[in-house]
């Protein structure tokens, strides 16, 4: 799984550096999440932290990204993760009074 990666380059530049990942899900289909940063050229700066998820289908030998979605800022994340927050606790309120 190790060969699995975010990181770019273009004419020996690294465009996007992942800083971070975590596996979701493995085997046949991944689903992973980096956290990476762009290069900005005109800066020579990496830009702010963006997360992608990513799902992967292992062909060949290979991992083959088939699918992703990308998170663009922080206070996307943020509202992301209050959501499922949100939803996952009520439903297990849900859950605890249905018994």
Known sequence: MDEITYDYEEN????????AKEFLSKGAWSTVMFKYQEF????????APKVALVRF???????IKQSGFNITNKKQALQIS????????????DEE???
């Open 40 to 47: 900005d050229a005109k800066t020579s700066t990496y830009r």
């Open 12 to 19: 020996g530049v690294l465009v996007r550096k992942e800083i």
């Open 82 to 93: 209050d959501i499922l927050q949100k939803w996952f606790l009520e439903e297990e309120n």
């Open 97 to 99: 009074e249905s018994v």
């Open 57 to 63: 289908k292992k062909s060949g030998g290979k991992f």
